[in-house]
């Protein structure tokens, strides 16, 4: 087992279908090695969940050491207390995860909202590396997820993919689970992201724009039909952005 020093601090990815987690090489900005994926308990109670958690974290003990973890949730987590829950069991409204997590593990914990951190691991290893004034990321999946980064800090929770957009919940009608639903083609979705895009612009003035969620691997067919004024571009790390940067954010605390 390696001595705190070179140990690699370990991200995990908490959705509604799986739970992801890899041992984070912060040098490269990259798994150290396979991620593990276990598929989300059904109810995803706080302690059901918890116990995968364990499960990861276990399964990567050789390469993690006692070495600190972070933790991604779909919520709003403020401090360590989660406020909301979309894709998750309920009863994690009100639970202070990081508290949960440290006694469940033995090990220190840090738990953001996934856009959040994948917003971190943008800006450290990805589309915004090197990117001052306001970034904003929005993962476009079942929901939308933003991340809100000035001159390299988290303005965390932002929640914008709640933003009410011509009388609907924004990601109601943008996020790529509605453009499924209404079986919509890209074309048929631009529209959309046009109107979504455009309004958070006229609101924020962002000087870069990253698109996340895993409908980003094909940014090339929506993309470059949409007309801001900042440069809007695809993620570079793909699903790996959330673990990276929560590890990050872990190793940081
Ligand atoms: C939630 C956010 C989350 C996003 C992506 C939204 O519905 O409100 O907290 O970041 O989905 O999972």
Same mark, same amino acid.
């Given at each position: ?26 040098? #490269? ?97 990805? /589309? ?42 924004? #990601? ?62 695809? /993620?570079?790390?793909?699903?790996? /952005? ?12």
């Amino acid at each position: 087992m390696p001595g705190m020093a070179d140990a690699h601090p370990l991200g995990i990815d908490i959705g509604g279908s799986g739970i992801k987690g890899a041992p984070v090489d912060l040098d #490269e900005g990259a798994f150290v090695g396979k991620r593990k994926r276990i598929a989300t308990p059904q109810p995803s109670t706080p302690e059901a969940v918890a116990d995968v958690v364990a499960k990861i974290s276990h399964h990567f003990a050789d390469v993690t050491g006692d070495s600190p973890i972070g933790v991604t949730l779909p919520s709003v987590v403020q401090s360590g207390l989660v406020r909301t829950a979309a894709n998750i069991d309920r009863t994690w409204i009100g639970t202070n995860a990081v508290l949960l997590l440290q006694e469940r593990l033995g090990r220190s914990a840090t738990v953001v909202n996934d856009a959040d951190a994948a917003g971190v691991g943008e800006l450290r290893y990805g /589309a915004a590396r090197n990117t001052g004034g306001l970034v904003l990321l929005a993962t476009l999946g079942t929901g939308i997820g933003t991340a809100l980064l000035y001159d390299g800090v988290l303005v965390p929770n932002s929640e914008l993919g709640h933003l009410e957009v011509d009388g609907f919940d924004a #990601e109601t009608r943008a996020s790529s689970h509605a453009k499924d639903n209404d079986d919509l083609s890209y074309e048929e979705w631009v529209p959309r992201l046009q109107r979504y895009f455009a309004h958070l612009e006229d609101l924020l003035s962002p000087d870069l724009i990253v698109v996340g969620g895993g409908v980003s691997k094909d940014a090339d067919k929506f993309l470059p039909l949409l007309h801001l004024r900042a440069p809007i571009v695809p /993620a570079q790390l793909g699903n790996a /952005a959330g673990i990276i940067g929560v590890a990050w954010l872990a190793a940081q605390a």
